[in-house]
């Protein structure tokens, strides 16, 4: 059974998340069929990409799959996890990537929202970033897409207290594009990408990748990036870690001890 649904119409392909036994989870699966839509989509040409849930969702996504999360001293978020491979995939996808947000975003999916270039939400829509609240040393490449969404005084509140925030305040913050009722989102937003979709692909196309290559333009040195691993394996290899995840599985509160 397919996690996504897919269509293409006048140049615009939209996915639609449809895991929804699973709250739109990204597993490993789902994200598969989504890098596999997207190459679909390259090969058809499409000109802008919309990335949504199914009309009137609670959840838009519940975000990483916490089943998939390794303990045993794994890097939780390492090179080849599906959700660094599909914020990749959209960060790399030749042309806008919209995220039409309905319901509430999680996680792993908050990020990945943040790497979409334009977001259209609902009043209703939330957003909340988890690593603190399931102990998970998040990789920084995913710092910096929230860095590079939203001043820093709004990342570090969204991923310190990983309490939802709504679509106004992050509006206010011009981290999200339109706020627009779900009676009218699906339209606005498809009037939105066909304005883009009659603009130059290419010209387009273009500046998508060198605002990417920009806003990932920061030297580290290499002791700076022995020491954010050496950093974050302290944390996946900590008891914190695994009573995060131990507690989401027993459905219980965890209990940080700093350790
Ligand atoms: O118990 P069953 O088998 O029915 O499955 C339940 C949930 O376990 C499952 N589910 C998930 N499974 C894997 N990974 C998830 N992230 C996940 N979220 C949910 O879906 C079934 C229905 O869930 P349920 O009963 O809780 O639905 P609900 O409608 O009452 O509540 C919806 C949510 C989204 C509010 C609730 O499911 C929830 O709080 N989910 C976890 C949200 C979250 O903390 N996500 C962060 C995942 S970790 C991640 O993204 C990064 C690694 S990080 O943390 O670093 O950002």
């Given at each position: 059974m397919s996690l996504i649904l897919a269509e293409i119409s006048d140049g615009i392909g939209t996915i639609t998340l449809n895991y929804e036994i699973k709250r739109n989870a990204l597993s490993e699966q789902l994200v598969l069929e989504i890098a596999a839509t997207f190459e679909k989509f390259k090969a058809e040409r499409v000109r802008v990409a919309i990335l949504r849930a199914r009309p009137g969702a609670k959840v838009w996504s519940?975000?990483?799959?916490?089943?998939?999360?390794?303990?045993?001293?794994?890097?939780?978020?390492?090179?080849?996890?599906?959700?660094?491979m599909l914020i990749r995939d959209v960060e790399a996808f030749p042309a806008p990537v919209i995220a039409l947000i309905e319901g509430g975003v999680w996680g792993g999916a908050c990020e990945l929202v943040f790497a979409c270039?334009?977001?259209?939400?609902?009043?209703?829509?939330t957003f909340a970033a988890t690593p603190a609240k399931l102990g998970v040393p998040y990789n920084a490449t995913g710092l910096l897409t929230f860095l590079?969404?939203?001043?820093p005084h709004i990342a570090k509140e969204l991923l310190f207290t990983s309490r939802p925030m709504t679509a106004a305040r992050l509006e206010r913050q011009g981290i999200?594009?339109?706020?627009v009722p779900a009676a009218e989102i699906t339209d606005f937003t498809h009037e939105m990408a066909q304005t883009i979709a009659h603009n130059s692909p290419l010209a387009i196309g273009v500046m998508k990748e060198q605002l990417r290559i920009l806003a990932a333009a920061h030297a580290l040195s290499p002791a700076d990036f022995e020491r954010?691993?050496?950093?974050?394996?302290?944390?996946?290899?900590?008891?914190?870690?695994a009573e995060g995840i131990n507690a989401?599985?027993?459905?219980?509160t965890p209990v940080y001890l700093g350790e």
């Open positions: 519940a975000g990483h799959n916490v089943a998939e999360l390794p303990l045993g001293g794994l890097d939780p978020l390492g090179w080849q996890d599906p959700l660094r270039d334009m977001i259209v939400a609902t009043p209703e829509a590079n969404a939203a001043p999200i594009n339109h706020v954010i691993q050496g950093l974050r394996r302290v944390v996946y290899n900590s008891r914190d870690y989401f599985k027993e459905k219980r």
